[in-house]
């Protein structure tokens, strides 16, 4: 079977982690901006694994999902809504993939929380 980077990118960025988890670089760095700079695949899968379980019993809802591959890089943009028991949050979210030899080896995160009910809506007032 033919490496698919923008099936990778697009696994990632929907949390299907198994889809993804085994085409990590032992020395990739995720940066989620405005928030942390992870180092190395150990670091990355626990945090994937960290996001899985906080997610349990969630229904996720991508509004959109628009993929770009080029050589080496993806860029996934996605709108998704967690749906919970007390209730929505929506996140408008951009992440960017780059590979070496069918590996990633950098990403880079920017994700702001939207209003639900209008995914074009400027982004949620931050509490600072």
Not at 1 to 10: E, H, P
Not at 68 to 93: E, L
Request: aromatic share 8%.
């Amino acid at each position: 079977m033919t490496f698919d980077s923008g099936a990778v990118g697009l696994a990632f960025s929907e949390h299907r982690f198994d889809d993804a988890l085994d085409h990590l670089a032992k020395d990739v760095t995720w940066t989620i901006v405005g928030g942390m700079v992870l180092e190395g695949a150990d670091a990355v899968r626990r945090t994937c694994r960290d996001t899985l379980e906080s997610l349990e019993g969630t229904r996720r809802e991508f509004d959109r999902c628009v993929t770009a591959v080029g050589a080496g890089v993806v860029a996934v943009d996605t709108v998704v809504r967690y749906i919970r028991p007390d209730g929505v949050t929506a996140v408008a979210s951009c992440a960017i993939y780059e590979f070496a030899d069918e590996k990633i080896t950098k990403i880079t995160s920017y994700a702001v929380e939207i209003d639900p009910g209008d995914p074009g809506a400027q982004p949620r007032p931050q509490n600072r």
